[in-house]
């Protein structure tokens, strides 16, 4: 059984940092893309940034230059390090997997994930 289970969000000042981590279990993540999304109640899910199975990333314009994703595929584990954080960055933050889009420029569209986890929250004031 696939499980994504998201840790290290909380409330943070603006400017300040936050590392959030995905843990994967159920199958191999390397053969995975990976993602972070964000939500607020009553908006859509928004890409925050994506990470394919050969380690190519992707940023939302809104995060670039801020937030830098990765993964260890020995530890089957997603991050994502946040930095300069706004008050704009608050949302609930869910990392998501599934097969390598068929083109890199869409691994911001959530319809490409198979598998979600239950999400992190994110307080940036």
């Known amino acids: 059984q696939v499980q994504l289970v998201e840790s290290g969000g909380g409330s943070v000042e603006a400017g300040g940092s936050l590392r959030l981590s995905c843990s994967a279990s159920g199958y191999t993540m390397r053969n995975y893309c990976m993602a972070w999304f964000r939500q607020l109640p009553g908006n859509e899910r928004e890409g925050v940034a994506g990470?394919?199975?050969?380690?190519?990333?992707s940023y939302s314009d809104s995060v670039k230059g801020r937030f830098t994703i990765s993964r260890d595929n020995a530890k089957n584990t997603l991050y994502l390090q946040m930095d300069g954080l706004r008050p704009e960055d608050t949302g609930m933050y869910y990392c998501?997997?599934?097969?390598?889009?068929?083109?890199?420029?869409?691994?911001?569209?959530?319809?490409?994930?198979?598998?979600w986890g239950q999400g992190t929250q994110v307080t940036v004031s």
């Open positions: 998501a997997a599934g097969p390598n889009p068929p083109s890199s420029d869409d691994w911001y569209i959530p319809q490409h994930y198979d598998y």
């Open positions: 990470i394919d199975s050969m380690g190519g990333t």
